[in-house]
């Protein structure tokens, strides 16, 4: 049995902010029976992971900046251009940011935050859920996950999801390749990405226009594990990644090589 | 509060099995309460949605196929090749298939099936979720939203996770352009594809693996609409797909687009 459900209470935060303290309030002000003396009802349960969207971490980080130039700031966020594309709405850019997720806008957010400013990814999600959980294991004295999530559009999919792009004490990918299907076979490339899945869940309830930004994931304490990689392991880059270009950018590179290959082979033939 | 739970005792499903029952019988068997006379213990809950692995869906129409050659199967299952790559185990072929869904293997599933067995995807997975969820709300009483699931590769993302094929009395895309976000703008890109998110919560207690082929998802009710639309609405194909080939496939494109008009400037100069 999987319970996710969303953390009321969490108010607007800002810059200095102790995120773990306002969050460990939130759950015991939802619980109030946890602060009459002697009654053990607990307020998380060991191994449950939470769901935290990345935006108030970044609020607390201080990740708001001033930016007439939206432009500017995902330009600056960005390693790598995947591709672009015109519209009249403006420019959309998907690119590799430096936290090696692809994300159009490179992560960068203009919602849900003052006029002339935008709330740049924390600078190391996998820290920030790390701090997060060495201080919520500390007060409530369980074993925690932390996964933080962000919203992606997706490649030949309509609507977004959210995804896991930080993560500390949760494996992210629950590899199962080595293990058997039901006909004795070896499942050899089933490798689930747990820790998008229950980002996706716990959107489920966070919904993002409602300020709710923080849901607990219960029963999934199986995928708990201290020595769990961060969430970079998610991202797939390099020579595995079909989808290096989008298709138009990568048409403009290959047409640029044949008009200078021929070129170069005309060249070759009139010498 | 959303709670997910996989349905015990649905054994392996063989072709002309009634689906519907089977998982109705399951439910009961589940909660054996129901079965006193008097006891008005809900096996399903108004608003529930059953998030059901296509793979049983498949079998129950009939959709395995004896495939001496797998890759033919994927070949017929082919609407449009979007990237391929060859590697030591074999070629892995990225395409759209029939249903309008980009997946690798065109969705033709050879796990979990005997030897010289394939299993294709179901002809029309939105008609099937109807069927089901028209069953289903015929015996227990209660409105229903039925999604049927696969599990996709993602560009850019290691792993795999559950996604909406088909879907059934449920919206599959809560479309948020219109409202407002916290600091009363209008949130006009906001579309979670909850479809995919639903598909995604409920692996994470399926465990493809374990023999657990259908969740109950309870808790979102909201999101049941009888008049929802199917599951092509989570497909982006056309204009907005950016990524319509891989880009090796798109720079060979280009490639041979520039030899070519550099051939016929050629042509020209030296007419």
Chains 1, 2 share one sequence.
Do not use: C
């Not at 992971?49 to 609020?59: D, Y």
């Not at 998008?196 to 309830?205: F, H, N, S």
């Not at 079909?242 to 298709?247: D, E, I, K």
């Amino acid at each position: 049995m999987l319970t996710v459900f969303a953390i009321p209470g969490i108010g607007e935060i800002t810059e200095g902010d102790d995120l773990a303290a306002i969050i460990g309030d939130a759950l015991v002000a939802a619980h109030p029976s946890t602060s009459r003396p002697g009654v053990a009802v607990a307020v998380l349960e060991e191994g449950d992971i939470l769901a935290v969207t990345s935006k108030i971490v970044s609020k607390a980080e201080g990740r708001m900046i001033r930016a007439a130039d939206r432009e500017q700031a995902i330009t600056d966020e960005t390693v790598r251009v995947v591709a672009s594309r015109v519209h009249p709405g403006g420019v959309t850019r998907i690119v590799e940011n430096r936290l090696g997720i692809v994300a159009a806008a490179a992560g960068v957010d203009a919602s849900n935050t003052p006029e002339g400013t935008v709330l740049l990814l924390p600078v190391d999600p996998d820290a920030s859920a790390a701090r997060l959980r060495q201080a919520l294991q500390s007060r409530f004295g369980v074993k925690l996950g932390i996964v933080i999530t962000d919203t992606l559009g997706r490649a030949w999919r309509e609507g977004q999801t959210d995804a896991a792009i930080g993560g500390s004490g949760v494996r992210l990918i629950d590899d199962l390749r080595g293990t058997h299907d039901t006909q004795g076979r070896v499942l050899d490339v089933t490798a689930p990405a747990v820790g998008d899945e229950i980002a996706a869940a716990a959107d489920l309830v966070k919904r993002k226009s409602d300020g709710l930004p923080v849901a607990v994931v219960r029963g999934l304490g199986h995928l708990l594990d201290t020595d769990a990689p961060g969430a970079r392991i998610l991202n797939r880059n390099g020579p595995t990644d079909m989808f290096r270009l989008g298709t138009a950018e990568a048409w403009q590179e290959g047409y640029a090589a044949g008009v200078a290959a021929a070129a170069g082979e005309n060249h070759t033939s009139t010498r």
